[in-house]
């Protein structure tokens, strides 16, 4: 028996060759039916999800003939009744930048108020002469005041590209004030981290802090430390009557300088502005936010005992050992001073005999290592509770042991560093509990160690720690990769 087929419906057989595809089945108009086949059936595709985004048009012209303006570009949502809208925004803007409008050009916005210049609005007859009006709630609406008269119309929205208000950095777009991100986008969220990287995540460059304690045995300018070229977000301060001092690499001076206090304000100086302050009390700042395009040197001015200069900055990574060899010629002392261990020997007289030749170096027996096991620290839980509990997580190789009472001691070469809350150097010093720390390390090996940087309440101890049944791993390419994926699951 033949069924009957209505001629605006068609019931197609389901040409889907993928498994757990919907069938194309079910009346539908003829037009509709034929766009589904294709979309959903013969691509394989779903019926259930957003709908799809055309590929982006052409960005289309500035906005503006000069100074700074936007420029936009669209797409289109492809999608029907059975399926959700298209996720994100159908309009992208971007900020473009022109040169600068020659002097006496007219604003944009005086240009849209001005458009209505003798036309009667109100209801009235009256004409009346527009201006830009500042003082309204919506600073992206065209808020025109009338020459010679105390009142304000407003003849809509602004047109795209109008800046928000002088002397601001935001745009009007569809009626909102958006700035740009460091992507160029208006009302994107994208910022520079501390090294200058558009959305980076601060892996391109360390932090320097520290503090100057050093007395001075006079008064007179001390050398504090050098500001590298390429340094960000520089800040100096201290609470004392004395004054910092900022010189360029030629020798000449910036800030108080040749024994004459600068005022406070903003200086130009290596490519940045540096912004002194001076409090009414015993205060002073400077900031600057860099890159710097040559080296300065900071010092100050002592005419009272230092009470601490506390400065930091960002520097590059391949900077950061040029400076802190600089750093160490300017007096600087490392974070951890103690040398490797000599033997001592006597100072050589020149009337005392020459000593007689030692023998052969007898050899030594290895004693019985008295250390009880260490507890079981694998796992992922414990890599993940270490990594984001650790001020530095780094591979390094071991160079030295040195087993106190109390404590143990290694040396180690510092050779990738995965985190860090303040820099290391390619030298360092491991600290670890106990004379059988948990867990050992062997000598030449190379690890990778999650540890904690411990400061004494008197800042005369800055270790760094590696703490009892802490992560110390055999380095592996395996456990490279564990790490790093360890590194994205960090809570914020």
């Known amino acids: 028996m033949r069924r009957r087929v209505d001629p605006g419906q068609v019931t197609p057989p389901c040409p889907s060759p993928h498994p757990g595809a919907p069938c194309c089945q079910g009346p539908r108009p003829l037009w509709n039916l034929l766009l589904w086949t294709l979309l959903s059936c013969g691509l394989g595709g779903s019926a259930q999800g957003p709908g799809e985004w055309t590929p982006w048009r052409s960005w289309s012209r500035c906005s503006s003939s000069c100074g700074r ?11 029907f009744p059975e399926e959700e809208p298209c996720w994100g925004d159908s309009h992208e803007y971007r900020l473009c930048q022109l040169p600068d409008c020659p002097p006496g050009a007219v604003p944009f916005r005086d240009l849209q108020c001005a458009l209505y210049n003798g036309r009667p609005v109100l209801g009235t007859q009256e004409a009346y002469r527009w201006v830009p009006f500042y003082g309204a709630p919506n600073q992206c609406d065209l808020n025109c005041l009338a020459e010679g008269h105390a009142f304000y119309h407003t003849f809509g929205r602004v047109l795209d590209g109008t800046p928000c208000s002088p002397g601001t950095r935001g745009l009007c777009v569809a009626g909102r004030c958006l700035s740009a991100g460091c992507d160029g986008l208006l009302g994107s969220d994208a910022r520079e981290d501390h090294c200058g990287r558009c959305g980076g995540a601060n892996d391109s460059c360390l932090f320097v802090q520290r503090v100057f304690r050093d ?34 690499g030629d020798g000449r001076y910036v800030l108080n300088g040749n024994w004459a206090v600068s005022p406070p304000g903003t200086y130009e100086v290596a490519g940045t502005r540096v912004v002194y302050t001076r409090a009414a009390g015993p205060e002073e700042t400077l900031h600057a936010a860099g890159p710097t395009s040559q080296d300065l ?10 009470p601490g200069i506390e400065f930091e ?43 007689p030749a030692a023998g052969p170096p007898r050899p030594l027996t290895p004693a019985p290592d008295p250390c009880p096991p260490c507890p079981d620290s694998r796992g992922r839980a414990h890599r993940l509770l270490h990594y984001c509990g650790s001020d530095f997580v780094f591979r390094a190789q071991v160079l030295g042991r040195l087993r106190q009472a109390q404590e143990t001691r290694y040396e180690v070469r510092v050779q990738l560093v995965y985190k860090n809350r303040s820099p290391l150097r390619a030298l360092e010093y491991v600290w ?21 940087r411990l400061v004494s309440p008197d800042g005369t101890q800055d270790r760094l720690l590696l703490p009892h049944a802490g992560y110390a791993r055999p380095w592996s390419p395996a456990e490279d990769s564990r790490v790093r994926l360890a590194a994205r699951r960090c809570p914020v």
């Open 69 to 79: 303006g936007l420029s936009v570009r669209s797409r289109r949502c492809i999608w």
């Open 215 to 248: 007395a001075g045995t006079f008064a007179g300018y001390w050398n504090v430390t050098v500001i590298p070229e390429g340094a960000r977000h520089i800040r100096a301060a201290h609470r004392s009557r004395n004054h910092l001092a900022l010189m360029r």
């Open 297 to 306: 040197l900071l010092q100050v001015l002592l005419q009272e005992p230092n």
């Open 313 to 355: 900055f960002w520097l590059p990574r391949e900077l950061y050992g040029p400076f802190q060899a600089r750093a160490q010629a300017l007096g600087w002392s490392p974070r951890q001073p103690q040398p490797r261990e000599v033997e001592p020997q006597a100072p050589e007289s020149p009337m005392a005999p020459a000593a």
């Open 432 to 452: 670890a509990p106990g004379r059988c720390p948990c867990p050992p390390l062997a000598l030449h090996r190379e690890y990778l160690l999650a540890v904690q």
